[in-house]
């Protein structure tokens, strides 16, 4: 599966912003999604994920009540929307795909990725 992420942008501390991530292929509802981030100078972390039918979720700690992971799989889309934006939450985000069922808090877990979008958050 090939994966295409948009969406990004600029927001101020409070605000909201969707991201969302296309995916070429018939076979999308066949693969685990998620959504990582990596701000300048940090490591990739996980943000959330979403089980094939959409019907489980996870998040981080750090974004728990204010993003929600969700899935159109007759869109072939997985979407991220981010609200009560903080500073913090700046970084290049990139959503993943697995259909082997590892753990998904590793990027090693991911084997697909897409080429991230930018969320800056101003204070």
């Known amino acids: 599966v090939q994966l295409q992420a948009s969406g990004g942008g600029l927001v101020q501390a409070g605000g909201s912003l969707s991201v969302s991530c296309a995916a070429s292929g018939r076979t999308f509802g066949s693969y685990s999604m998620g959504w990582f981030r990596q701000a300048p100078g940090k490591e990739r972390e996980f943000v959330a994920a979403?089980?094939?039918?959409?019907?489980?979720?996870y998040y981080a700690d750090s974004v728990k009540g204010r993003f929600t992971i969700s899935r159109d799989n007759a869109k072939r889309t997985v979407y991220l929307q981010m609200n009560s934006l903080k500073p913090e939450d700046t970084a290049v985000y990139y959503c993943a795909g697995q259909k082997v069922g590892n753990s998904y808090y590793y990027t090693s877990s991911w084997g697909y990725w897409g080429q991230g979008t930018q969320v800056t958050v101003s204070s």
């Open positions: 979403i089980s094939r039918i959409g019907d489980t979720t």
